[in-house]
């Protein structure tokens, strides 16, 4: 596989009145072409401002990247002037955001959303334009496309309006596509259409997809890759079938302990991971994880700790992994 | 419909029993003199079911289905459209003075967003204290703490939050305040609104554990309206599975999951994902197209036809009656046998 995005070291900080929140922490992963990663972990663990980092769309100030590179196909995008980024995010690279509502604009009608990107980057005419879009529309599912176009956000449902964003997205023939959260807000029997829909596309088309998400378990049908993330850093990474069946970091494991399943016997106790996520303005010396985790000893506390390879690919920060294992196999 | 339920309770009296219940919103265009009523949506369609004490009753569904809406004309916030709201043997309806202060205290509910929910203005202890004041409880401020640090405690949290502010605290913190407040007045029946929705995996756990805690610690009874279907089947009894202002199918919690009728319920169930690739790659998933129908202009006959893959022409002219598959297993669905 060639590696068409390559996040190395990535470090993100904002000063904020309360001080310096380390919101991204030094992570690293990457995207083959066609393929499926997805970035997991809580609130405020990091996930959106790095996708926004790849795209240089973090506010700076408050923000600023102290550290890190991002390869898009061997190219250093933060070092990049604002318009050569521009170009790469609006066309070669596109993002679907967590709030459908808030991103598409409630005045302008979806046929000129949809359009305006196509004419200004592959430089189509209106004509052409709108044939595009109708088409674009019916591939993701919006029945009856050309009466649509004309329509405003408020005619259509939240569903629709994701449809909408994933249109726009593909509007430029992109190589990748950042998804974050692209069907929280929705119902089960949408949201299962909407990703089904993400996966079927990137695999007909060969883009690439990055899908952030809190829900491990939503995921697992489609990501190839899995990057779980707690408190700006990556704690874990590996292919889907290790992270679900052979998790190694003990909060991949209180995921996916969290989450009652359907395919397990009712009554199954559940087994939350005690405590909240830390304060990323606040961060201990150690592993962040270290107050809510079982395993913690004096070394966690102290130390930050750096990735185990525990097999092709699959690697684990954790200093305790073996009595994570030992704990699995009883 | 009301037969449904007779079998699951006719042990004991129901504490909750809802009969043909309809809640139906005119829909107005236009402004000020020229305002008229133009249709009227129904957001719940005559919809019967009871809750036994002890019980938690989960009440599913896609969005705008009616699920808070029900909710609502149980907390007496939405006058209904038509039936009947009974709570311990009396129609709520008729509640006046005392006894409708008492069904007040009696009833509570934790809803969605914790943030919106809690006065940012107020501090905990303020927030949970507020019930017992309106209620002339605990009159005696020393009293009166030392219940609310009861309650906190009760909640998990720490007894130094009370003079916090909401958004001081994490978002699983403001949803036990919210919890805590609403046990406040020590009711018996609890309306779960999304409780758990917004909250992430790990401290969603946490108060799933909670909820069932204090249902066995304090006997409570919860109608617990939720979309994740694992967690409803987690957490609940019995479950009723709503669509379109109507129950479309209702059972006992592990016949409904294991053994589900109506179409519809298939569907959810399919749509659920289970956090395991290898089952993932194995596990039928037959998508429900298109999406719900505006409950303004509700499909004719069976309102879930245009969706559904058993549908045939009769479908689409007479509205299914409940049918008893089981026993206290109730679906809305004559083609049942076809799937
Ligand atoms: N513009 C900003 N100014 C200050 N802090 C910020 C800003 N944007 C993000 N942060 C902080 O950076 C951290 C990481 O935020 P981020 O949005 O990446 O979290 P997330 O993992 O996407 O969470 P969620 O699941 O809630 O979307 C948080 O602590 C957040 O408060
Ligand atoms: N006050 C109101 N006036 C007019 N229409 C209303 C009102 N309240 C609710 N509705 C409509 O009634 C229907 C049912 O809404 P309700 O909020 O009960 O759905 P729900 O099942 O709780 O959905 P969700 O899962 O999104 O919370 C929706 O179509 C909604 O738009
Ligand atoms: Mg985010
Ligand atoms: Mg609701």
Known sequence: ?330 | MSVANEAVTETAAPLLEVRDLKTHFPVREGFLVFERTVGQVKAVDGVSFSVARGETLGLVGESGCGKTTIGRCILKLVEPTGGEIRFDGKDVSGLEGGELKDFRRRVQAVFQDPYSSLNPRMTVAEIVAEPLLVHGMDKEPGERSRHVAKLLNLCGLPGNIAERYPHEMSGGQRQRVGIARALALNPDFIICDEAVSALDVSIQAQIIRLLEDLREELGLTYLFIGHDLSVVRHICHRVAVMYLGRIVETAECDELFDNPKHPYTKALLEAVPIPDPKIEAERAHSFLAGEVPSPMNPPSGCVFHPRCQLAVAGCREESPELIEYGQGHWAACPRVSAG
């Open chain 1, 1 to 330: 596989m060639t590696e068409l995005l390559e996040i190395q070291d990535l470090a993100v900080e904002f000063v904020t009145p309360i001080g310096r929140v380390q919101a991204v922490n030094g992570i690293s992963y990457s995207v083959a072409e066609g393929e499926v990663v997805a970035v997991v972990g809580e609130s405020g663990s990091g996930k959106s401002v790095s996708a926004q980092a790849t795209l240089g769309l973090i506010p700076q100030p408050p923000g600023k990247i102290t550290s890190g590179k991002i390869r898009f196909r061997g190219e250093n995008l933060l070092e990049l002037d604002d318009e050569a980024i521009r170009q790469v995010r609006g066309q070669r690279v596109a993002m679907i955001f967590q709030e459908p509502m808030t991103s598409l604009n409630p005045v302008l009608s979806i046929g000129r959303q949809l359009t305006e990107a196509m004419r200004l980057h592959l430089g189509l005419s209106k004509a052409e334009a709108d044939a595009r879009g109708i088409e674009l529309l019916s591939l993701v599912g919006i029945p009856d496309p050309d009466r649509r176009l004309v329509q405003y956000p408020h005619q259509f449902s939240g569903g629709m309006r994701q449809r909408v964003m994933i249109a726009m997205a593909l509007a430029c023939e992109p190589e990748l596509i950042i998804a974050d959260e692209p069907t929280t807000a929705l119902d089960v029997t949408i949201q299962a259409q909407i990703l089904e829909l993400m996966k079927d596309l990137s695999a007909r088309l060969g883009v690439a997809l990055i899908i952030i998400t809190h829900n491990l378990g939503v995921v697992a049908r489609y990501a190839h890759r899995v990057n779980v993330m707690y408190a700006g850093r990556i704690v874990e990474r590996g292919n889907a079938d290790a992270i679900y069946g052979n998790p190694a970091h003990p909060y991949t494991v209180g995921l996916l302990n969290s989450v009652p399943r359907m395919d397990k016997p009712r009554g199954s106790p559940l087994e939350p991971i005690p405590g909240n996520p830390p304060d990323p303005a606040n961060l201990a010396p150690g592993c962040a994880f270290a107050p809510r985790c079982r395993f913690a000893t004096e070394r966690c506390v102290q130390e930050v700790p750096d990735f185990v390879e525990l097999a092709d690919g699959h690697a684990a920060a954790c200093f305790e992994i073996e009595a994570v294992r030992r704990e699995a196999a009883e």
